[in-house]
């Protein structure tokens, strides 16, 4: 079977998204003035909804980001307050889909933390998280939200486990302990029954992720992938990734036979990662590279050619990450279809851009506005965990577009545990200020680590000597 290489010339062709640019929000209506951080994982560092901005920002100490209100726009006072509670680099942050003011966070300190953003906007730092969950034994790289189903979160950790979390309980609920490298991307389908991830070990694989079990694996060799996304209800995925010559690639794959890409389109010389990001209402695809400034646009169809290039949205300041507004954000009254947040770290600046399908007319044009996945989950967590799977619920942009949830999140309420020693509880996770404090805490926890391994041999010989009084009660004659 031969791989079929795809032209990127543009293919001249009838489609309603040919004529799609790019719009650059005016200066006044960008975010300036933003530590954005340095750190050289490779996401996003941005997350936006109808509501708020959040940025990872560059912090001395520990990790933190902002939140800003969407109408907040301009420049961004220095002390403007942080979510400051982790005391590791913050890696990825995400809102959840169905109540606009929480967001999940991950860290270099092994914690997923859940916050609740007030009415408003922070008026002060925010340290105390709703919900903290610690379940890594390494880092935390990922995030990510089910798509129709309220309460449950994915992470992914530098252990090489998937871990999903039910947030009605604070614990998590399901371990995937099916990769051998690190995590570097995590994408369901539409109703969430499967979970699609590349890794660092040149695989990828779409999951069962209620059993863990892997349905479909590819051993990308010439192709390293490095990102995927699920193409909506297609049954196709999308890989962004590498070629043996070094070049940034595109492959398109069937998700029920990853022996061979359906076909793999060679981008450009560049060396930057490639984000790529689908619209299931339009079927679009953009991609993104990262440290260059340049989206560029593809239609995607059932039928050959599969891809096909519309257009490249150019701009000369490059890229460090993009958030990209959910679809009841936009505004359908300008026609956009589509709004990134760009992340350009050397001028601290936030610029929104809109897609936008120029029409003369100002009425609603619901061609390009599909029924939309809405603010409403299709299940609980317990009915997910239990095996049933929905689409999403849908709204209609013409009406619900400016309709806020009315969803709230309740934190569980948790027995507080605690291993106090020596006046100091250990479970705390209460960080040293001082290196002496440091060494005071390490060596106390050696003295409790020494006697607990006391305990446990002695609590070893004495199980032996039950088991041979046992054995002997057993062997010996029966008094009639």
Request: proline share 6%; hydrophobic share 35%.
């Amino acid at each position: 079977m031969t791989v079929t290489k795809m032209s990127w010339r543009p293919q001249y062709r009838s489609s309603k998204f040919r004529n799609v640019y790019g719009k650059v929000a005016n200066r006044e209506h960008c975010f300036d003035g933003i530590p954005i951080t340095k750190n050289v994982h490779d996401n996003h560092f941005c997350a936006v909804n109808a509501r708020f901005l959040a940025i990872v920002t560059e912090s001395a100490g520990g990790g933190s980001f902002l939140v800003i209100p969407l109408e907040q726009t301009g420049r961004i006072e220095p002390n403007y307050p942080k979510v400051c509670g982790h005391q590791g680099n913050v890696l990825d942050i995400k809102w959840n889909p169905f109540i606009d003011n929480i967001i999940a966070s991950c860290s270099e300190d092994t914690s997923v933390r859940i916050w609740e953003i007030p009415e408003g906007g922070l008026k002060r730092n925010m340290t105390e998280a709703l919900l903290e969950l610690h379940g890594h034994s390494r880092r935390v790289g990922l995030v990510e939200w089910h798509p129709t189903t309220n309460n449950i979160l994915f992470s992914a950790g530098y252990d090489y486990k998937v871990l999903i979390w039910n947030l009605d309980v604070g614990e998590p609920v399901k371990m995937i302990d099916c990769h051998t490298d690190v995590i570097l991307c995590m994408s369901f389908n539409t109703d969430g029954s499967l979970l699609t991830t590349t890794c660092k070990d040149k695989k990828l694989r779409v999951i069962e992720p209620r059993s863990g079990r892997v349905l479909q694996e590819a051993n990308c060799k010439n192709h390293r992938v490095n990102r995927v996304v699920f193409l909506g209800n297609m049954k196709r995925l999308l890989t962004t990734g590498v070629s043996r010559w070094n070049t940034r690639q595109i492959a398109l794959w069937d998700q029920e036979d990853l022996s061979m890409p359906l076909i793999e389109e060679e981008i450009d010389g560049l060396s930057g990662l490639l984000f790529p990001f689908y619209d299931a209402d339009t079927h679009m695809l953009y991609l993104a590279g990262k440290g260059d400034g340049n989206i560029r646009y593809y239609e995607i169809s059932t039928e050959k050619p599969y891809l096909s290039y519309l257009m490249e949205f150019r701009s000369p300041a490059p890229q460090k990450g993009l958030g990209v507004m959910p679809k009841h954000g936009l505004d359908v009254s300008a026609c956009e279809v589509f709004r990134f947040y760009k992340l350009v770290t050397l001028k601290g600046l936030i610029e929104p851009i809109s897609m936008i399908v120029p029409r003369r007319s100002d009425s609603y044009q619901e061609d390009i506005y599909p029924m939309t996945p809405g603010t409403e989950p299709a299940l609980t967590p317990d009915e997910w965990l239990g095996g049933i799977n929905r689409d999403p619920v849908l709204m209609s942009l013409k009406e619900g577009y400016k309709k806020s949830s009315k969803m709230v999140f309740k934190a569980p309420i948790k027995e507080k545990k605690s291993v106090v020693v020596n006046g100091i509880d250990l479970l705390e996770n209460v960080p040293p200020r001082t290196e002496n404090e440091l060494l005071r805490m390490f060596f106390r926890q050696q003295d409790e680590i020494r006697r607990l391994k006391e305990e446990l041999s002695q609590k070893d010989i004495r199980i032996r000597q039950l088991q041979l009084e046992l054995k002997n009660l057993r062997n010996s004659p029966k008094n009639c």
